[in-house]
């Protein structure tokens, strides 16, 4: 099979190459029409831009890094195949690389890559969006970059996206309340992330709206283990509630865990949701009630806000979901709230 080159595309549509050439790279100044035009020649074609070829020729490496603190996590891998899977689309690579902010050479070690990849740009999920000296390293080595779920989208000069997550918390809540739970309990995340407060702060609210305590927060750090010592100290009280809503899934699997171990029916006995919808919230048994966090929809919008050169105070929100599963059901009358 003959490998189809751009001289191919320009043919096809009547154009110079260098015209097709602007229209791959997202270069301003080309008629919406003929864009559209190249774009369709293009997918027709399946013609696949040389990434090297194209870097020699520009002032662009067409290289992308997307940093985290640990890149293992759901989380982390979900945002990685969205962002990967637009990079493709669009003709760039991905570099993801894992960035230990305690270590004293991090900002060397970032300058370091930065130079050798002539990277285009960054993408910073949390809590990296937040520490201010890697965002003054950023910044000075005159990178691009994005942050995503930052704690005030508007303190940089870079585009950020993320959602509402008090929004999407109280929307979790006041679902447990149509259920008929009132004695409800909240498992906290670790407050080094700035949505750990916007999701407390939606639990809170949307307690307080309903008259309802706000009271029984138990503090966690956003892993299993954390939750399932929240759920052990929880189901422990004399008088335990009725429903707990974790502020993500893998410690909402910590409390199913502490519930099955005290010999509790999930969702008969206690209702449990998290937050955040990874791969474990739809495996777990019973699969879990949670808020989708469209997380390989934010990196793939991570990615476009960089290639396209969004301005510094763009600050994208997506939509997130309330997902019923098996997990949470109307109080039984043994431990009704």
Not at 78 to 97: D, F, I, K, N, T
Not at 226 to 238: F, S, T, V, W, Y
Not at 308 to 325: I, S, T
Request: neutral net charge; proline residues 7%; hydrophobic residues 50%.
């Amino acid at each position: 099979m003959a490998i189809v080159t751009i001289k191919d595309v320009a043919e096809r549509v009547g154009v110079s190459a260098k015209t097709v050439s602007r229209v791959i790279n997202g270069e301003p100044h080309v008629r919406a029409a003929l864009r559209e035009q190249v774009e369709r020649v293009v997918a027709e074609l399946g013609y696949r831009p040389n990434a090297h070829a194209r870097s020699l020729s520009s002032a662009r490496s067409y290289l992308l890094a997307m940093l985290f603190d640990d890149p293992s996590s759901g989380y982390a891998i979900a945002m990685q195949q969205g962002a990967m899977a637009q990079c493709r689309a669009r003709s760039y690579h991905l570099l993801v690389e894992r960035l230990d902010a305690q270590q004293p050479r991090f900002v060397e070690e970032l300058a370091d890559t930065a130079a050798a990849l002539r990277l285009d740009g960054v993408i910073l999920p949390p809590p990296l969006c937040d520490m201010p000296e890697l965002l003054d390293a950023v910044e000075r080595l005159g990178l691009p970059y994005v942050r995503v779920s930052p704690a005030a989208p508007g303190a940089r000069a870079a585009p950020s996206l993320g959602i509402d997550e008090e929004a999407a918390a109280a929307e979790m809540v006041r679902h447990l309340i149509a259920l008929g739970h009132r004695a409800i309990a909240f498992v906290a995340g670790d407050p080094v992330h700035a949505s750990a407060a916007r999701r407390r702060s939606g639990f809170v609210a949307a307690m307080t709206a309903a008259g309802l305590s706000a009271r029984a927060i138990k503090p966690g750090d956003f892993t299993f283990r954390a939750g399932l010592a929240a759920g052990e100290a929880l189901l422990g009280r004399r008088a335990p509630p009725s429903a707990i809503f974790a502020a993500n899934d893998d410690m909402a699997l910590g409390v199913l865990v502490a519930a099955l171990r005290r010999g509790l029916a999930v969702p008969e006995q206690l209702s449990v949701a998290g937050f955040d919808d990874g791969p474990t919230a739809r495996i777990a048994w019973p699969a879990l009630t949670t808020i989708r966090q469209p997380t390989a929809e934010m990196g793939a919008a991570a990615v476009d806000l960089l290639i396209d050169r969004a301005a510094g105070d763009h600050h994208a929100l997506l939509d997130f979901a309330l997902v019923e599963r098996d997990s949470t059901a109307a109080p039984g009358p043994a431990r009704a709230g």
